[in-house]
T-cell receptor, first 114, second 110 residues
Framework: DSGVTQTPKHLITATGQRVTLRCSPR?????VYWYQQSLDQGLQFLIQ???????AKGNILERFSAQQFPDLHSELNLSSLELGDSALYFC?????????????FGDGTRLSIL | GQQVMQIPQYQHVQEGEDFTTYCNSS?????IQWYKQRPGGHPVFLIQ?????EVKKQKRLTFQFGEAKKNSSLHITATQTTDVGTYFC??????????FGTGTRLTVIP
């Protein structure tokens, strides 16, 4: 158990819809990362937050947004969903935002767009 | 920008054979991390290498960081079925900690 909690585990929805994925980091971790992993693909970095503020952005679509709340949990919002958005979305956390920090991953949310 | 190549993409080995995956960067790295993702699981941190030429061992796993800090390898001796999964390198430059290699998927045939 990594200590990172992601909900829901599975999400099935239709094209054009909007969903929210939730992540609670490990106790004491201030930095949260979101990744997208399509079938048999690598980990694509989406966005990073540190202590409530956006720290870095990757290849995140404009239809996607995220935030980190004062209690440090984070939400990833995906809107106007397309078939290609079907993927496993991982959240990871680390103690702080710098390098040398191992990332601890949650079990992921599997999003299926029908 | 940073270019990272991880090879091979796939590797099938007989149980008991050795396995190596390589991570090569076009730029000098500050450090590199390695992760393992079991089928159906999430990535799990294995190790971090920081120093030029560093070698670290974890039981049957040997991790190396190149002298120029541009490449790294993970070697597994005498693979077991429990080694099955995808191994990712996560090379790091500057202050960021965000990129993962493409991964090497290891299949171990009993």
């Amino acid at each position: 158990d990594s200590g990172v909690t992601q909900t829901p585990k599975h999400l099935i929805t239709a094209t054009g819809q909007r969903v929210t994925l939730r992540c609670s980091p490990r106790s004491g971790d201030l930095s949260v990362y979101w990744y997208q992993q399509s079938l048999d693909q690598g980990l694509q970095f989406l966005i990073q937050y540190y202590n409530g503020e956006e720290r870095a952005k990757g290849n995140i679509l404009e239809r996607f947004s995220a935030q980190q709340f004062p209690d440090l949990h984070s939400e990833l919002n995906l809107s106007s969903l397309e078939l290609g958005d079907s993927a496993l979305y991982f959240c990871a956390s680390s103690v702080d935002a710098g390098r040398n920090q191992p990332q601890h991953f949650g079990d992921g949310t599997r999003l299926s767009i029908l | 920008g940073q270019q990272v190549m991880q090879i091979p993409q796939y590797q099938h080995v007989q149980e008991g054979e050795d396995f190596t995956t390589y991570c090569n960067s076009s730029t000098t790295l500050s450090n590199i991390q390695w992760y393992k993702q079991r089928p159906g699981g999430h990535p799990v941190f294995l190790i971090q290498l920081v120093k030029s030429g560093e070698v670290k061992k974890q039981k049957r796993l040997t991790f190396q960081f190149g002298e120029a800090k541009k490449n790294s390898s993970l070697h597994i001796t005498a693979t077991q079925t429990t080694d099955v999964g995808t191994y990712f390198c996560a090379p790091q430059t500057g202050a960021n900690n965000l990129f993962f290699g493409t991964g090497t998927r290891l299949t171990v045939i009993p």
